[in-house]
């Protein structure tokens, strides 16, 4: 069975400094990745997504994601995060190559920006 | 731009009461799907529905728990006996046809078991 880790379970960033998301999956075959982000209030909106071909991932928002089989990491980043950035980041993995499409989560970081 | 909607956004409950969660997929859409997240840990897969039909269903998803399309625009999670266990965020999500088609989540139900 497939399984996600989200090292940091809390970020504090300023306003215009990088950003980096940890994310480390398990899962015996192809990988099909995803960062989604939650606002107070909101649903899960998908950041962005990795199937296979280019391992530099772009996606909204500014955000992009590195997959890296040898190391089974899918870490997000953005160069200057901005206030509105504050929220929750769930990265999660699928096995949509055995047809199953339940995506299993990560703990979540909390994304706390300061000005 | 079409989105995934949830009725009601929290729902407070006696323990043993029958609650139906709602949802309304994005209308050309055609795999439903809720998940839960019990305050403070993962965000879990419950169950997958396509073609009035459960399509896959995790451990959670036991006989207390079934899942309808009631019409052409509903989805609903209904708990037949709720427990304190129970007391969760429920998200509903939808897709199109593809596996690798992405999951557009709601905003969740907030159900409170008392």
């Known amino acids: 069975a497939q399984s996600v880790t989200q090292p940091d379970i809390h970020i504090t960033v300023s306003e215009g400094a990088s950003l980096e998301l940890r994310c480390n999956y398990s899962?015996?075959?192809?990988?099909?990745l995803f960062w989604y982000v939650q606002s107070p209030g909101q649903g899960l909106q998908l950041l962005l997504k990795y199937f296979s071909g280019d391992t530099l991932v772009q996606g909204i928002k500014g955000f992009e994601a590195e997959f890296k089989r040898s190391q089974s990491s899918f870490n997000l980043r953005k160069p200057s995060v901005h206030w509105s950035d504050a929220a929750e980041y769930f990265c999660a993995v699928g096995a949509m190559d055995t047809g199953r499409r339940a995506l299993t989560f990560g703990s979540g970081t909390r994304l706390q920006v300061q000005p | 731009e079409p989105e995934v909607t949830q009725t009601p956004s929290h729902q407070v409950t006696q323990m043993g009461q029958e609650v139906i969660l709602r949802c309304v997929p994005i209308s050309n859409h055609l795999y439903f799907y809720w998940y839960r997240q019990i305050l403070g840990q993962k965000v879990e897969f419950l169950v997958s529905?396509?073609?009035?039909?459960?399509?896959?269903k995790s451990e959670i998803f036991d006989d207390q728990f079934s899942v309808e399309r009631p019409d052409g625009s509903n989805f609903t999670l209904k708990i037949r006996s709720t427990k304190l266990e129970d007391s969760a965020m429920y998200f509903c999500?939808?897709?199109?046809?593809?596996?690798?088609?992405?999951?557009?989540f709601g905003p969740g139900t907030r159900l409170t078991v008392l």
């Open positions: 899962y015996g075959a192809t990988p099909y």
């Open positions: 999500a939808s897709s199109e046809r593809e596996a690798t088609d992405t999951q557009y």
């Open positions: 529905f396509y073609n009035n039909e459960i399509s896959e």
